[in-house]
């Protein structure tokens, strides 16, 4: 079983900062991209953002400049460091991983953390 989970979510007031982590664990041979994906309130998911295994990044939205993706292949988790948080920022952040678990590729999500931006 190959497991994602998040934390680091909450309720925050809105110019601080966040980060999210997303650690996978379980029978994995290789982890290849991962990513962020945020869902707000009515509506569907979206690409914040991507990061390959060597460490190349790709935003989704150029109005998220605000977030920087990184990843530590030694602990298998990924980050997302979020500042000048805004109330449209509130969303389920989901993680989202490409594993190899032993043979074949497979997607996989992690339950989701919530981000309440809010004064």
């Known amino acids: 079983q190959v497991q994602l989970v998040e934390s680091g979510g909450g309720l925050v007031q809105p110019g601080v900062s966040l980060r999210l982590s997303c650690a996978a664990s379980?029978?994995?041979?290789?982890?290849?991209?991962m990513g962020w994906y945020p869902q707000a309130p009515g509506k569907q998911c979206e690409l914040v953002a991507t990061?390959?295994?060597?460490?190349?990044?790709n935003y989704g939205d150029p109005v998220k400049v605000r977030f920087t993706i990184s990843r530590d292949n030694a602990k298998n988790t990924v980050y997302l460091q979020m500042t000048s948080l805004k109330p449209e920022d509130t969303a389920v952040y989901y993680c989202?991983?490409?594993?190899?678990?032993?043979?074949?590729?497979?997607?996989?999500w992690g339950q989701g953390t919530q981000v309440t931006v809010s004064s």
């Open positions: 379980g029978c994995i041979k290789s982890i290849y991209d």
């Open positions: 989202n991983a490409v594993i190899s678990p032993s043979v074949g590729v497979q997607n996989y």
């Open positions: 990061i390959t295994r060597a460490g190349g990044t």
